[in-house]
């Protein structure tokens, strides 16, 4: 659709690009990480991040005309508005997805497989597993060469322009996803939230995932008392104080002092309470919200994982009174108990609750259903591409009106 308002030479995402159309960007780089495509998604990142660096270097050429006019308001506003460039939402936006998607890559890194793994080749014949592996190859060697087509046409594209300043590397979506440090590449991106967006909890919530993969103590406290001052009573919080105490037992040879700190801030923030303590009240108070259910319960079998059945019991409740009681929550207290809870009966029976309060919703649909909507749409399709071919068989035998009638239609 973008193509109909773009020019022709070039492609639409491209153009999109050269426009700086941020907003459109900070949405593909969203719907890429629901998806799974991690490259395509820090792709958008990256590039939203290099329009603001442009946004900077434009600047330069106004210093000596503000001053040669004697412009000197509109200078001061300019200097100022370079100082908190990156404060802006959509840098914001690109900047907390490329941090999300960097911590689930150390999580769980990209492996280089051939895509044997999802295949059964037990049951398959030498011959056969060797023709099919070879099959792999040449696919694999075609969409390589492809990408690499598509790169020289758009760097011919850009010929022009790169030839008046220094290229800028090419965003390749494997290798950003297959990075050696991506907690490092994270914080590219926190350090000017940190700066700029320390308003916001979600960004000393984002610095203390990162932290606490790096095992940085204090670190992680100064980001959990960051987030204290603003929100005391948020979800994700909960979760990460909860997280940074269980830490805390683990730790046996801290330095003194640093000991001596953290257990002074720890006691203001659970207020002399026990952990247990601490979590069971978080839940009774916040008993008829779910992002906060699903925060406690979680932490709850973390704490004491022989309270799993209690927890769920809790987390499943879909009574009227529940707020928040969206299909995308439910969709992710759904993945919490098949995925951290590993109870897929419980699983079952709340995704059939979810798919009466939600009969709309295909995040609730039975494998069995999913099945048939797959083969509903691909049977759909290959229907109207077989009366598209027949139409366009007899539009071609009619001349010029049978053409007319295929561009109608």
């Not at 434009?58 to 210093?63: I, S, T």
């Not at 969206?326 to 059939?352: G, H, M, V």
């Not at 979810?354 to 039975?366: D, G, K, T, Y």
Request: aromatic share 6%.
């Amino acid at each position: 659709m973008c193509s109909k308002f773009t020019r022709e030479s070039v492609a639409a995402m491209e153009n999109l690009n050269e426009m700086q159309c941020m907003w459109f960007q900070t949405e593909c780089a969203s719907s890429y990480q629901r998806q799974g495509k991690y490259g395509e998604a820090l792709k958008k990142c990256f590039q939203v991040d290099r329009h603001f660096c442009e946004i900077n270097e434009d600047q330069f050429d106004f210093h000596t005309y503000c001053l040669r006019k004697m412009t000197l308001r509109a200078y001061v506003s300019l200097l100022r508005l370079e100082d908190v460039i990156r404060h802006h939402r959509f840098f914001f936006k690109a900047a907390q997805v490329a941090i999300e998607v960097y911590v689930h890559l150390h999580d769980k890194p990209i492996q280089d497989n051939d895509g044997m793994d999802q295949l059964d080749t037990e049951n398959l014949t030498p011959k056969e597993l060797k023709k099919l592996k070879s099959k792999q190859r040449r696919a694999q060697k075609k969409a390589q060469e492809k990408e690499e087509q598509k790169i020289k046409s758009d760097s011919k594209q850009k010929k022009d322009a790169e030839s008046e300043g220094p290229k800028e590397e090419e965003l390749i979506p494997d290798k950003l996803e297959k990075c050696e440090n991506p907690l490092q590449e994270a914080l590219y991106f926190l350090k000017p939230l940190q700066t700029l967006a320390k308003d916001k909890i979600q960004t000393h919530l984002l610095a203390f995932d990162i932290y606490y993969r790096k095992d940085k103590v204090l670190l992680m406290l100064q980001s959990i008392k960051r987030a204290y001052a603003l929100e005391p009573s948020d979800p994700k919080l909960h979760k990460c104080i909860v997280q940074f105490a269980m830490l805390l037992k683990e730790k046996q040879m801290l330095p003194e002092a640093v000991d001596t700190v953290i257990s002074d801030e720890m006691q203001k923030m659970l207020n002399g309470r026990e952990l247990e303590e601490y979590n069971k009240d978080f839940r009774v108070t916040h008993a008829t919200s779910l992002p906060h259910l699903l925060a406690g319960c979680k932490m709850q079998v973390l704490i004491d994982p022989s309270t799993q059945e209690a927890a769920i019991s809790q987390l499943t409740n879909l009574d009227d009174n529940m707020l928040h009681r969206t299909p995308r929550l439910c969709t992710t207290i759904l993945e919490a108990i098949t995925s951290d809870f590993k109870n897929p009966n419980a699983a079952n029976l709340y995704r059939k609750k979810c798919r009466e309060q939600f009969p709309l919703s295909p995040s609730f649909l039975s494998d069995e259903e999913k099945h048939e909507l797959v083969s509903l749409k691909t049977n759909g399709n290959a229907e109207l591409i077989k009366e598209s071919t027949v139409m366009g068989k007899t539009c071609n035998s009619t001349g010029d009106a049978g053409s007319e009638l295929i561009s109608n239609t």
